[in-house]
C-alpha cells in the first residue's frame, strides 16, 4: 500500500486530483495524438454550448459548477483563441451571451468522434473490472453527501468534543 492509500480520507483529496490530473492528461494526449488542439478543460463549456445556442456567462458558470469569475476566465481565454464570442443580451444590458465562433463550431466538429471514444474507451476499461464499475455512483453519493453536510462543521464539533488526537508518529 503506498502512502496515499494508507492515508485513508486525509488525503481524499490529493488522490481525487491525482487521478483527475493523470486522467485529464490522458485525455489531451488523446487529441494531441489526432492533431487536435483542444484541452479537456475547455469541455464543459464546448459540451454545454453544442447544446445550446448561447448561454450568459452566470448560466455556464452555474451549470458547470465554478465560480462566476473562473467561468469568465475560461470564456475570456476561449476568446483569445477565437473560439467563442460573447455578445450584450438585448434584453439585460448586464448579461453576456457566450456562443461559438465558426472555429469553434469547425473545433466541435473535430471533437465530437473524440468524445464518443473517450466515452466507449472508458466504459470498456471499467466494464473490466466490477469495482470500477461503482466509480461514477461512488463519486456521485459522495458529491450529495458533501452537498448536504457541512464537513468543516462536523471536523469543529470533532475537536470541540475532546476526542483525543490520533497517533501521528
Same mark, same amino acid.
Given at each position: 500500500? %503506498?502512502?496515499?492509500?494508507? @492515508?485513508?480520507?486525509?488525503?481524499?483529496?490529493?488522490? @481525487?486530483?491525482?487521478?483527475?490530473? /493523470?486522467?485529464?492528461?490522458?485525455? %489531451?494526449?488523446?487529441?494531441?495524438?489526432?492533431?487536435?488542439?483542444?484541452?479537456?478543460?475547455?469541455?464543459?463549456?464546448?459540451?454545454?454550448?453544442?447544446?445550446?445556442?448561447?448561454?450568459?456567462?452566470?448560466?455556464?458558470?452555474?451549470?458547470?459548477?465554478?465560480?462566476?469569475?473562473?467561468?469568465?476566465?475560461?470564456?475570456?481565454?476561449?476568446?483569445?483563441?477565437?473560439?467563442?464570442?460573447?455578445?450584450?443580451?438585448?434584453?439585460?444590458?448586464?448579461?453576456? @451571451?457566450?456562443?461559438?465562433?465558426?472555429?469553434?463550431?469547425?473545433?466541435?466538429?473535430?471533437?465530437?468522434?473524440?468524445?464518443? /471514444?473517450?466515452?466507449?474507451?472508458?466504459?470498456? @476499461?471499467?466494464?473490466?473490472?466490477?469495482?470500477?464499475?461503482?466509480?461514477?455512483?461512488?463519486?456521485?453519493?459522495?458529491?450529495?453527501?458533501?452537498?448536504?453536510?457541512?464537513?468543516?462543521?462536523?471536523?469543529?464539533?470533532?475537536?470541540?468534543?475532546?476526542?483525543?488526537? /490520533?497517533?501521528?508518529?
Amino acid at each position: 500500500m %503506498n502512502l496515499y492509500q494508507s @492515508l485513508g480520507y486525509l488525503v481524499l483529496g490529493s488522490r @481525487l486530483r491525482r487521478l483527475s490530473e /493523470a486522467f485529464l492528461a490522458e485525455i %489531451n494526449r488523446a487529441y494531441q495524438n489526432e492533431g487536435i488542439d483542444f484541452d479537456a478543460s475547455w469541455f464543459p463549456v464546448f459540451y454545454l454550448l453544442s447544446k445550446n445556442d448561447a448561454l450568459s456567462i452566470k448560466e455556464l458558470s452555474e451549470q458547470i459548477e465554478v465560480s462566476h469569475p473562473a467561468a469568465s476566465q475560461l470564456i475570456t481565454n476561449l476568446k483569445n483563441r477565437g473560439l467563442v464570442t460573447s455578445a450584450t443580451c438585448t434584453d439585460d444590458g448586464r448579461r453576456q @451571451l457566450v456562443t461559438l465562433t465558426d472555429s469553434g463550431r469547425a473545433l466541435l466538429k473535430q471533437i465530437l468522434p473524440v468524445w464518443d /471514444a473517450i466515452s466507449q474507451a472508458m466504459t470498456q @476499461l471499467v466494464d473490466s473490472d466490477a469495482i470500477s464499475q461503482q466509480l461514477l455512483p461512488a463519486i456521485t453519493a459522495v458529491e450529495n453527501t458533501f452537498r448536504s453536510s457541512n464537513l468543516s462543521a462536523v471536523i469543529g464539533e470533532k475537536l470541540t468534543a475532546n476526542l483525543k488526537p /490520533a497517533d501521528h508518529e
